[in-house]
């Protein structure tokens, strides 16, 4: 007797789909998602550049582009509109994060902010020492700023692939040193790495920061204004000698962080009008009417700068960035040798991340919580502290954008400082994840917190 084969059923459609996306949905949702995808796109472009694709690599991100008519021509290539253009929204999204936590978060009150802010002290002074020391009397000293930054992004990864190894209160703690390194690296570039001051620009530049100030005085929540003085700002910045990404920062840090009413006001309003709206008759019409109410109601309560946050920061992790990596990472190893690495401009980037960073934060912190300045954050151990101050040698995307504005003009200088900056952050990412893996668990919260013994943290 003749067996009929079985037929497969095929598998519908949306249920294929939601199969295929399910693990890129839940990737999203990691609160590591954003430093592995910065990561992965730091590997890809080593590979890619060492492929035989390398020119292929070079051509994509050295490829001429112009924008504008006449006289207001830029040309640029597809990297330099990543690095100038497009990190202009990450810097956007800095200055909204600064601005968060000076008005609401960790930076709030001077007791919170003092720790973190003399641990990143010794974190931007100690590597840049470090690096100085080796690099001074050459052309490379003007590199110094490189090691100074922690990447907020890979060092925040690392430390949530370690859940339960350590404590919310360390995490606090090196979010806010992270932005503190930020206030510092901002201000460096704009200090240290213009291309020469014109007076009349940044006179301009001053006259749009006025108009933005009166925007936050005013509560101007429509992000098409702020889109509109960014641009502006960025053009006079950019022909004022500062470098125009700060543009972003400084209106990050004008976007209203307050909402235009208590919530408690709004809900207090509300409760009385959806009794009323229940006690109506069914009308469908005035029931979208009413429920667009509603929702224009509740808007009042979510700060601007909340909602801007929300909308950029996915474009800012999972796009900007990621693709400033991709530019910014590929160096062909072709020719190198351990000599190469061991030259003062690498060496100095490598040691003021891997060692400069750990030194500093660490004793800087041990001495404000020795001296009753401070208390150790997340009660903490040693250990725990010292592994968390080496993760933030990770610097990664504010030194490779230093190192961009230090040796714009010469890429022998630039490959180098790249070169430190990938083995700096490889080795300060190893070390603090396995110090951490490996070492004491955090203390219990029922057990009393200790101040350090001497020679401990």
Known sequence: METRPETVQPVPLPRLFKVAVAPVQAFFKLEASGGILLALCAVAAMIWANSPWASTYTGLFDAPLAFGTGSTLFHFTFREFINDGLMTIFFFLVGMEIKRELAAGELRTLSKALLPLIAAVGGMVVPAAIYAALNAGTPALKGWAIPMATDIAFAIGCLTLLKGRVSHGLVVFLTALAIFDDIGGILVIAMFYGTGLHVEWLLAALGVTAVLVACNKFYVRNGLVYAVLLGALWYTMHHGGVHATIAGVVVGMMIPARPVRRGRLVLEELHGFIGQLLREPEDETLRTNQLLHIEEQLED?????????????????????????????????????????????????????????????????????????ADMPGRAGAMQLYGVSVVAGIGFTVALFVAGLAFANEPHLLTEAKLGILLGSLLSALVGYLLLRFGPTPRPQGEPASKPASGAA
């Open 301 to 373: 309560i979510e700060p601007p700068l909340t909602r801007f946050v929300h909308i950029w920061h996915g474009w800012s992790a999972y796009a900007i960035v990621p693709l400033f990596a991709l530019a910014n990472s590929g160096i062909s190893l072709a020719g190198m040798s351990l000599a190469d690495v061991l030259r003062p401009l690498p060496l100095g980037v490598v040691l003021g991340l891997f060692v400069g960073k750990q030194l500093g934060i660490f004793l800087f912190t041990w001495v404000a919580v020795k001296t009753g300045l």
